[in-house]
Structure formats: C-alpha cells, structure tokens
C-alpha cells in the first residue's frame, strides 16, 4: 500500500479564499483523523471518521472549517473563508484500531 | 479525559550519548502509549507502542521505552545517539475506545552535536 496520500503538500494562497485539503486513507482502514500543526498549538486533532462518519468534531476551530468523507478512500478538509491565523501544516491519518499512520501533510500559507 | 506531559521542549545530546526523553501521562483507563518521531518536513512515524505485557518495549532505530504504572511514565530511551536522531519526538495517549484516537505531547525536539 502506498501509505497515506494527502494532496497537495504546499498550498500558498489569499486571505477570503476557499482551502480544500484532500486525503486518501489506507485501504480497510475504518477510521480517518485530520490534525492540525502548529507551533503554538502543537499537534491539534481537528476531527475523526468512524465508518465515514464524523464522530468527533470538537476541535474544529470554526464554522470556517468543516470535513467530508463521501467514501471509505477519501476525505476533505475545507476553510472557507482562510484566515492568515490558519496557516499550519495539516496531516491526515488513517487507523485499523491498533496504530495510526500519517500522511506527509499539506503545509498551507495564508497570506 | 486523558493528557501527556513531555518535559523539555529541546534537548541537546552529544553523538554518542544517552537520549533520554521523559513522558508522563494521565488516563483513567488502561493506556495504550506511543512514540513518533517526526523528521523535517515529514509525517508522523511511529517508533515503538505500549498495549499490554511486557513494560518494556523495543523500537525502531535502536530506542526503547519502559512505561512504569507507578509513575505514569513512558520515558524513551536511546543508548547512542546518531546525528540521524535529530528530529522531533511526540509521546501520546490513545483512547481504544475510538479507534485509537491519540492525544499527543508538547513534543521534544532532539539537537544531536558531534
């Protein structure tokens, strides 16, 4: 399995600009995580999946955020509008209930 | 609700010496323990994991980690730093119950000198 894939790795835009954050989760896994990086903050979970169901959301920042998980091999993570305070690097992980793997993470800037 | 404490936001070993990484921890149920170690510019990857059995546990990259129930700790341990060990390392907390949900440390970043 090619692990984890989230797309894009950098994204660089505009204060009021629509983000979207893709993820392709580990095929048979039945949990997807987003997390968020900062130096302040540190490693922040932002929301889970169960089954393709959000379970947990309580750490979404906003209603400028939200997420999506349509099918068990993809997920979004959407900022409308961006803010500068959100640039941070965000990192997707997949789990089969024993270990969670992450993704490279997409490093976004907003300027 | 579950919290990890890693003391010391950076530490500086020499190559050669002992790395020692503390962690401590709070749950209020059986913890599951881990460690990742995250290089520049990449993800998450896990060096070692505590479920059940033996407290002492072996990693990858030649480190280890004892948890002590006694104590709440899950220190992590190296015998020999490497210049490839600089890096950064999380400790965290899983909650089985939802689906391994973690809950991660301040982390501490590892200057290796030569």
């Known amino acids: 399995d090619a692990g984890v894939i989230q797309s894009p790795r950098h994204e660089v835009t505009e204060m009021g600009q629509e983000v979207t954050l893709r993820c392709k989760p580990i095929?048979?896994?039945?949990?997807l995580f987003w997390y968020r990086q900062t130096m302040m903050r540190g490693l922040e979970l932002l929301i889970y999946?169960?089954?393709?169901?959000?379970?947990?959301d309580s750490g979404m920042p906003e209603d400028r955020f939200s997420a999506k998980m349509p099918n068990a091999s993809f997920s979004t993570l959407k900022i409308q509008p961006s803010e500068p305070r959100d640039s941070a690097v965000y990192f997707c992980?997949?789990?089969?209930?024993?270990?969670?793997?992450f993704g490279p993470g997409t490093r976004l800037t907003v300027t | 609700a579950q919290s990890v404490t890693q003391l010391g936001s950076h530490v500086s070993v020499s190559e050669g010496a002992l790395v020692l990484l503390r962690c401590n921890y709070s749950?209020?149920?059986?913890?599951?323990l881990f460690w990742y170690v995250q290089y520049p510019n990449q993800g998450l990857q896990l060096l070692l994991k505590?479920?059940?059995?033996?407290?002492l546990v072996k990693g990858i990259n030649g480190f280890e980690a004892e948890f002590k129930k006694s104590e709440t700790s899950f220190h992590l341990t190296k015998p020999s730093a490497h210049m490839s060990d600089a890096a950064e390392y999380f400790c965290?907390?899983?909650?089985?119950?939802?689906?391994?949900?973690?809950?991660f440390g301040g982390g501490t970043r590892v200057l290796v000198k030569p």
């Open positions: 505590y479920t059940t059995g033996a407290t």
């Open positions: 999946f169960n089954n393709n169901v959000p379970i947990d």
């Open positions: 992980a997949s789990s089969d209930r024993r270990e969670q793997y």
């Open positions: 965290a907390v899983s909650d089985q119950a939802a689906g391994n949900k973690l809950t």
């Open positions: 749950s209020s149920v059986p913890p599951y």
């Open positions: 095929s048979g896994h039945d949990y």
